[in-house]
């Protein structure tokens, strides 16, 4: 069989431990095989990181703004436990991090979802995706431990020479003071992003502050996303017959529960990073969750959404055997190979991305899984496989299906 051809180049970010060698793995069996790859190859793994005094992470972030489409392996984000073991010169930033703010994207997450292993929402029938905004709030505060009575001040001077300043808290005795921010220009280009990336997948997109109880911030997200809105998307998303509904964030939380799924559903950083959490978890497994950065101008870097399965790791350069979940890593390949098939006209690109799904799906739903899914699956028999057999099982599955 011919080779798929590829005219534009993805940008290929390889990464760390368990999930490095899975890549490979991938590549070898279920790519390479099959399509003439081009690709602009970065490694991202900790010890290149370190050498390149982490110039390759932002080399690999600008190369994918120049060309559209990127698939990132997972990264580690070290700590003082991986600087001792990596002999680094720095505790260098997340990659992920330093990608997002360069590409100013958006994460959208949803799981992989199959008829044996059912979600712990009965109702839930098709997968929910979550927009989590990826900048400000609790992640980039400023905090205060106050040791004494006193009195806490929020204070803005203005270039012009304009001030506001407001009482927090009028201490009586200690307590803890936190102030955070975000910019007009961040939620806006979240907005943006989260419209086109509905338009793109042809789904409804809910969003959710607290804008009953935090007036002015969580009701400036309100506003910039009603403004977006209806200045930018509303035409084209009455065009399509698909939503835009904001809700309070409780109200939504309730709402998500009683769905039947299928939407899009914003939130603000902090709701973004605990929502996903819950839902990779009551879909089944983290492993089975995608993960895609887009930027407001579309721009598209593809990941799986877990780390670099340190425990595997370890045992596989022991020598043992593994049994590590593949699937989000091969869905980060076929999104950005699908993509990169739609944005050059190349359909048989599109469609060696939508079967090598399918050959995984088809793979599981014969009961061939690895470790972590064999107790999550209902109504087949289990057969729990390494990670070789896993992969060789879908290239089976694949090759079958190219063959018709």
Not at 269 to 287: E, K, P, Q
């Amino acid at each position: 069989m011919e080779k798929i051809k590829m005219t534009t180049p993805l940008v290929e970010m390889d990464g760390d431990e368990m999930t490095r060698i899975l890549w490979k793995m991938i590549k070898d069996e279920l790519i390479l095989p099959f399509v003439d790859l081009k690709s602009e190859y970065y490694d991202l793994g900790l010890p290149n990181r370190d050498k390149t005094n982490d110039k390759v992470t932002i080399d690999s972030a600008n190369a994918a703004r120049k060309y559209g489409v990127a698939v990132k392996c997972a990264t580690i984000t070290p700590n003082a436990q991986r600087m001792d073991e990596y002999h680094l010169h720095k505790m260098w930033k997340s990659p992920n991090g330093t990608i997002r703010s360069i590409m100013d994207g958006t994460v959208f997450r949803a799981p992989i979802t199959i008829p044996s292993i059912r979600p712990v929402v009965k109702n839930w029938e098709q997968p929910i995706t979550i927009a989590r905004h990826a900048y400000g709030d609790v992640y980039k505060s400023v905090e205060i431990r106050a040791d004494e009575p006193g009195v806490a001040k929020l204070v803005f001077e203005g270039k012009s020479g304009k001030k506001q300043e407001v009482e927090i808290h009028n201490f009586d005795g200690a307590g803890v003071i936190q102030g955070m921010h975000n910019t007009d220009e961040s939620i806006t280009s979240f907005a943006h992003s989260c419209f086109k990336f509905a338009i793109d997948t042809k789904q409804d997109l809910w969003f959710a502050t607290k804008d009953t109880i935090s007036k002015t911030y969580d009701a400036q997200f309100r506003k910039i996303f009603e403004d977006v809105y209806e200045n930018d998307y509303k035409q084209e998303f009455e065009k399509l017959g698909i939503e835009y509904f904001y809700t309070l964030i409780d109200d939504a939380v309730a709402r998500v529960i009683r769905s039947k799924g299928g939407f899009i559903w914003a939130c603000k950083n902090y709701d973004g990073d605990v929502m996903s959490d819950m839902l990779s978890t009551a879909f089944g497994s983290l492993a089975m969750m995608t993960s895609v950065l887009v930027s407001p101008d579309g721009k598209y870097e593809y990941e799986a959404a877990h780390g670099t399965v340190t425990r595997h790791y370890y045992k596989y350069l022991k020598g043992e055997e593994t049994s590590t979940n593949p699937m989000a890593t091969i869905f980060a390949w076929s999104g950005a190979l699908r993509k990169r098939g739609e944005l050059d006209n190349i359909q048989a690109l599109v469609e060696f991305g939508d079967k090598l799904e399918q050959a995984c799906l088809d793979t599981l739903n014969s009961g061939i899984a690895t470790k972590d899914l064999v107790n999550l699956m209902e109504g087949v028999e289990a057969k729990q496989a390494n990670s070789d057999e896993f992969i060789a099982a879908i290239r089976k599955n694949l090759e079958k299906s190219l063959s018709n």
